[in-house]
């Protein structure tokens, strides 16, 4: 595999995509050194899936699009997703370009900023030197970390200055199209001390697409800042997603995270979230629903660094049909974190024989004064339930319904957007059939 | 419908997992009337309940089932429900993360069919006024589904559920186990309240004590899977005041479970 990607991935075309965004040295010498750890790492090693057939490597990295002047010019299964009235602050990129954004200027003229990296890097260089791939993630963790610091493509910079509220939703889509591509989306979200923000991110492909995407998401909540973030995968059944997430919560500061991993192929989604700050809260909130021959293996994690941190991880997994979900949680206290408590749960519903799942809850706990609790579950329908639902004259497909709806409510019923919610209602049914 | 509901059970035969628990019930309802069945624990009651209602673990091996005319063993649980028939649980389910006000609601509407969705204004009104009659907390409607529920509270929830949807044949199994005399009181005074021509009822005890607040217009005694004796509300008091040995004894029974217990 190092052969192919040697040849696809030279020094050569690094520098000439570098080049191309003019990006300054410092940002080059960050890729070609990933890129060269690329070709010496080995795949991230999952546990319980077999990914070592999955494609990572074989496509086209830079694929340009040309700009868009209204969203008017995106199909309708893309547009739907976004709002774009006045007063929305929206990014849209599709494979390697941003090709549509704005933000008002009532939130510019507060020092917001929230555009592709390219324009920011130009414009706040210090700004994003600072933050840039630094949440945690490290580019020689493995060969598909590397390969994202290395090809990474567009991207979008979104920063909420000191004291700044805002509430409506930042929105950044990521759309992948067409055949043989890969993308490598990387969205960096700082929220300066004391800011509120949301965001609601979505990565989509064509349904016909067999993209690889291999993207990140980096979080900043500074001290006593609260963000709000929502992420929704729904890539086709030919692509292939590595999906990281990586959060640094400071002091005092409030996190809410949900991730919608509903992509209808083959899924790595990591999720780490390091609570830095003493006093501060995350919850995160995971969903998978799987059909047909999907895959996934979705870890959660928490490290508690800080002290009297909290943490609460819940995360569901529907498995209709041969789909297969691994979901890992992990909450780690580190020494020092005095009064942390962290909880976690993983549950998967199996709605079918040939369905599998698997929830590993670990604790990792290296200070006395702590709590922490984890609970997990497989299991499948209860045949009883239905029977019961049922006897009040439910079909059995509004009956199932009930039952998977009720098994996610946990995660769905508290998203703070309703059309997220929607949204996610309207996929997870598409998935049921 | 118009007509009067009428519920027939001719030769009815049922096993749970190859064992025969029912060994030939016959039993006729109609509308207005309430048949009470009774008998010690082990002796086929319940299983009656169940697989009238199509419950999975429990197989028809043998007999009829008709519901206004209509084979009810040839329908499905959800259909046997949407034709009238109920069944007020023993151990209700509990579903997580569905409250019992969308569930009810979800049933009223699979009843009345698409198109003919009952107005949600009209729905909070019937279930507030529901609610009030069996004391049930204003916070119920937005409880999950039996979830965490006493067991008193999960027979109210059945007998709330009995009230809402209005069924042409109402089947009560045990829902008086477990209950202190105010609950069954309350319990007693919904019963009572759809005694009406459009309803008949099936009760399923094995005390006498609920009998003394839902006058019973039939009483049936089931043992080893069949019904061995059958009379008015004068048969319930005599078991009352002496047991079961009598039935026992005038019928040559020794043993009245259906062999071990089931």
């Known amino acids: ?433 | 419908m118009a007509t009067s509901p009428k519920l027939t059970i001719n030769d009815l035969h049922v096993s749970i997992e190859e064992k025969e628990i029912l060994k030939g019930i016959d039993l006729e309802i109609n509308g207005g009337e309430i048949h009470a069945i009774m008998g010690p624990n082990g002796t086929g009651k319940s299983t009656l309940a169940q697989a009238l209602m199509g419950h999975p673990r429990y197989e028809v091996t043998g007999g009829q089932v008709h519901l206004d005319g209509e084979d009810v063993l040839e329908m499905e649980v959800d259909e046997r429900a949407r034709k009238g028939l109920f069944l007020a649980m023993q151990y209700p389910s509990e579903i997580n993360g569905v409250t019992n006000s969308d569930f009810l609601r979800s049933a009223i509407n699979a009843k009345r069919g698409e198109g003919n969705e009952v107005s949600i204004m009209k729905f909070m009104k019937q279930l507030d006024k529901k609610m009030d009659q069996l004391g049930m907390d204003e916070s119920f409607a937005n409880r999950y589904l039996n979830e965490g529920f006493s067991g008193g509270e999960k027979k109210r929830n059945e007998i709330l559920q009995l009230l809402m949807l209005e069924p042409r044949i109402a089947i009560l199994d045990e829902v008086d186990s477990g209950l202190d005399i105010d609950a069954l009181k309350v319990v007693a005074n919904g019963v009572n309240s759809m005694r009406n021509p459009d309803t008949g009822f099936l009760i399923i005890t094995h005390y006498q004590r609920l009998l003394n607040y839902i006058k019973p217009d039939y009483v049936h005694v089931v043992m080893q899977g069949r019904v061995v004796k059958s009379g008015g509300p004068e048969l319930a008091e005599r078991l009352e005041a002496e047991g079961y040995d009598w039935v026992k004894e005038e019928l040559g029974i020794e043993d009245e479970t259906v062999e071990s217990q089931a």
């Open chain 1, 1 to 433: 595999m190092s052969i192919d990607m040697e040849q696809l991935f030279d020094r050569q075309a690094v520098t000439k995509l570098s080049q191309s965004q003019q990006e300054p040295k410092w940002m080059l010498e960050h890729r070609l050194k990933a890129l060269e750890a690329a070709s010496q790492l080995s795949l991230p090693k999952l546990q319980k899936t077999r990914i070592d057939h999955w494609n990572f490597t074989q496509f086209d990295p830079i694929r340009k699009e040309p700009a868009i002047s209204s969203s008017r010019e995106l199909p309708e299964e893309i547009s739907r997703l976004i709002s774009t009235d006045a007063g929305d602050a929206v990014f849209v990129q599709k494979n390697a370009s941003p090709v549509f954004q704005s933000l008002p200027d009532t939130l510019a003229s507060q020092g917001v900023i929230f555009t592709d990296i390219s324009t920011a890097v130009r414009e706040h260089e210090d700004l994003v030197k600072k933050y840039w791939m630094t949440a945690g993630g490290k580019a020689d963790e493995h060969k598909l970390a590397a390969l994202h610091t290395a090809l990474v493509s567009g991207g979008a910079f979104l920063y909420v200055p000191r004291n700044v509220t805002v509430d409506l939703p930042f929105q950044a889509l990521f759309w992948a199209s067409g055949k043989g591509i890969g993308t490598f989306p990387y969205l960096l979200i700082v929220a300066d001390n004391e800011s509120e923000l949301n965001v609601v991110a979505n990565f989509v492909s064509d349904s016909e697409s067999d993209a690889v995407i291999n993207g990140a998401v980096e979080v900043f909540v500074g001290d006593q800042a609260r963000v709000r973030i929502a992420s929704l995968h729904t890539h086709g059944e030919q692509t292939t997603e590595v999906a990281y997430r990586r959060t640094v919560v400071g002091r005092d500061a409030d996190l809410e995270w949900i991730v919608g991993d509903l992509n209808f192929g083959r899924t790595i989604s990591d999720n780490t979230t390091h609570m830095k700050g003493s006093g501060s809260n995350a919850r995160i909130k995971g969903i998978t629903v799987g059909s047909g021959e999907e895959r996934s293996n979705i870890t959660s994690a928490v490290h508690h660094h800080g002290k009297a941190t909290e943490s609460d991880l819940v995360i569901r997994g529907v498995m209709k049909d041969q789909a297969q979900t691994i979901l890992n949680g992990i909450t780690k206290i580190e020494k020092g974190a005095s009064q942390a408590n962290g909880v976690q749960a993983e549950k998967v519903l199996m709605l079918s024989k040939e369905a599998r799942g698997d929830a590993n809850p670990i604790l990792l706990i290296d200070e006395n004064d702590v709590q922490a609790g984890h609970a997990a579950s497989v299991g499948r329908v209860d045949p009883i339930q239905i029977f019961y639902l049922m006897s009040r004259g439910l079909s059995l497909r509004e009956a199932e319904r009930l039952v998977i709806f009720g098994f996610v409510s946990p995660v769905l019923d508290t998203i703070p957007f309703e059309s997220l919610r929607e949204q996610i209602t309207h996929v997870i049914e598409r998935k049921l059939g």
